[in-house]
């Protein structure tokens, strides 16, 4: 397997943002309990890796949970919305007006609701991912070109004909551009409810050690939810490609 420049850049840049970091830090004495130096992140991090790591298996279970809700709902809520141009521009004021919302406003009513746990931050999760791939759905359906139902329609095509073999496949790169953001959200919709109120996960994690003023510990956090950001990103980005880069191609050849 050839590497070639792109695959180095991510990690050359990554490596020397961290040297940087640790330098400022060491260069202008900043305090541990400011802004931690890189080493002393990552040896929190090695001298608590169970709890780092029990907890982060909690946070990723309760994001992917939420996730997924989001997925299927959103999916077939975006496939409702895009079928008529009358329900898009009926319910697409309604969708806007529940996404502006701010979430973390909702979080102590699913509290009180479901109790402290996993149940509020997987529907956290779900409520915050939610809105994107609905959009994105509806999207790619209601652009479709009238003058291609047009045709479509003067070969016979009914309106379910149009829908499953010209209006679903062409929302997949919207689905997969939704798919992407959706799951960045769905971390910060599962770690806002645990630092409310939950018993486990990476932010009730970080709420203690912030209490503790173990601040390179609460770094530590942060940095276990960026690895798995990165992580589930990277895995939609690859699905993006698979299942959907004929979209990229044809871009590209359009480019050309």
């Given at each position: 397997?050839k590497i ?70 959103g999916i ?181």
């Open positions: 397997m070639t420049a792109e695959d180095i850049t991510p990690v050359a840049f990554t490596v020397g943002l961290f040297v940087i970091w640790e330098a400022a830090c060491r260069l202008f004495r900043i305090d541990a309990f400011i802004l931690p130096a890189p080493s002393a992140i990552f040896a929190a991090a090695a001298q608590f890796w169970w709890p780092l790591l029990r907890n982060s298996f909690v946070t990723l279970w309760t994001t992917v949970a939420g996730f997924a809700l989001a997925v299927v709902f077939a809520l975006g496939l409702v919305v895009g079928w008529s141009r009358a329900i898009y521009r009926g319910l697409y004021p309604v969708m806007i007006g529940f996404n502006s919302i701010p979430k973390v406003a909702v979080v102590p009513i699913l509290i009180m609701w479901f109790g402290i746990g996993e149940i509020p931050a997987i529907l956290t999760a779900f409520l915050i991912s939610f809105f994107p791939i609905v959009v994105n759905v509806a999207t790619g359906l209601a652009t479709t070109e009238p003058e291609l139902e047009d045709v479509l329609r003067a070969l016979g095509a009914s309106k379910l004909d149009i829908m499953r073999k010209v209006g679903i496949p062409r929302t997949a790169p919207y689905l997969f551009g939704s798919l992407k953001v959706a799951i960045t959200l769905a971390f910060v919709g599962a770690v806002v409810s645990e630092t409310i109120g939950a018993n486990a996960g990476v932010g009730h994690l970080m709420v203690q050690a912030g209490s503790n003023f173990q601040m390179p510990l609460v770094f530590a956090g942060l940095l276990a939810l960026a690895v798995q950001g990165i992580f589930m990103y990277a895995v939609f980005a690859v699905l993006e490609r698979r299942m959907a880069g004929w979209a990229f191609r044809a871009s590209m050849s359009a480019a050309g």
